[in-house]
């Protein structure tokens, strides 16, 4: 799945294992990695535990993970 990342911070921790503390990265890699092993917006919405959903106004055309 195509990705875009909201800050610099992300990507680095995403693509370089940047380090922010080890109960942070452990939980933002495993939602990363999911994302980018996706296909589609199914995969994701289909985990429950992703709390996956698609975002209206200004954000529309995105999704949010939280």
């Known amino acids: 799945m195509e990705m875009e990342y909201g800050d610099e ?3 680095r921790l995403h693509l370089q ?3 922010y503390g080890k109960g942070f990265d452990k939980q933002a890699l495993m939602r ?3 994302i980018k ?4 917006q199914r ?3 289909a ?3 992703n ?3 698609k975002l209206k106004g200004d954000r529309a055309g995105y999704y949010s993970i939280r």
């Open 9 to 11: 911070a992300t990507r």
């Open 17 to 19: 294992g940047i380090s």
């Open 32 to 34: 990363l990695n999911r």
């Open 37 to 40: 092993a996706a296909v589609d």
């Open 43 to 45: 995969d994701l919405s």
């Open 47 to 49: 985990m429950k535990g």
């Open 51 to 53: 709390r996956f959903e």
